[in-house]
C-alpha cells in the first residue's frame, strides 16, 4: 500500500491533521479543507470521503478506514476514537426520498426533492462490519457492532452487536476494550 509521506500529506489542504496519520495515495478526499483528522488514523486505498463546505467532518483518534469504504458526509460526519469500519462500508448522511411523493436526484431541481439531510455520529469503540450500510440520521452508540453484509437503518444501543439487513440486535457486547482504551491513552499522551 502507498500513503502520502508528510510533505504530500500537508499538501493536501486538510482543515486539521495529527500525528501518525496514513491515507492512501488511491482515496479521494473532497472538499479537503473541511476534514479534520486526529491522530493514529489510517485511510486505506480506494476511500471516498466526501465533506460538504459548511458541515463539519470529523475523524478523531484511532480510526481505521478500511478499502473501498465511501463516506458521503455532507450533513456532517463526526466518527470518535478506537473506531474502525470495514472493508466496503458505504456511509450516507444524505438521501432522496423514495417512496414516489418527489423527484429524485441532482439533475431535477431541489424544490421537486425531499432530501433527508442528518448529520452522522459514530460513538467510540464502533465497528463496521465489511459491505455495510449505514442510511443518514441513526445514532450509533459507543461500542457499537455492526455484522458484515448489515443495513443501519434506526438507531443501536450503545455495546450492542447488530446484523441482518435491516438490522436487529443480536446481544450485549463486552466492555474489556475501556480499560485497554485507558492503557493506551495513558502510553500515548494524546486521544
Known sequence: MSFYDETELASL?????????????????????????????????????SASNERPFILENYIHISAGVYIYGAAGLHIKSFSNLSAGVKVFTVSDTFDGSYLIGP???????????????????TVI??????????????????GANSLVNKHCDEWSVYL????????????????????????????
Open 107 to 125: 439533475t431535477v431541481p431541489f424544490a421537486s426533492r425531499k432530501v433527508i439531510d442528518r448529520m452522522l455520529i459514530i460513538e467510540k469503540h
Open 164 to 191: 441482518g439487513s435491516p438490522i436487529r440486535k443480536l446481544k450485549s457486547r463486552e466492555r474489556t476494550a475501556l480499560e485497554i482504551e485507558r492503557r493506551v491513552c495513558d502510553k500515548h499522551t494524546t486521544v
Open 13 to 49: 489542504g486538510l482543515k486539521k491533521y495529527g500525528t501518525d496519520v496514513l491515507i492512501s495515495r488511491y482515496a479521494r478526499l473532497y472538499n479537503p479543507g473541511n476534514i479534520v483528522i486526529g491522530d493514529h488514523v489510517r485511510i486505506d486505498d480506494f476511500c471516498l470521503l
Open 129 to 146: 462490519g465489511a459491505s455495510s450500510t449505514i442510511l443518514p440520521g441513526f445514532v450509533m452508540g459507543e461500542g457499537v457492532a455492526i
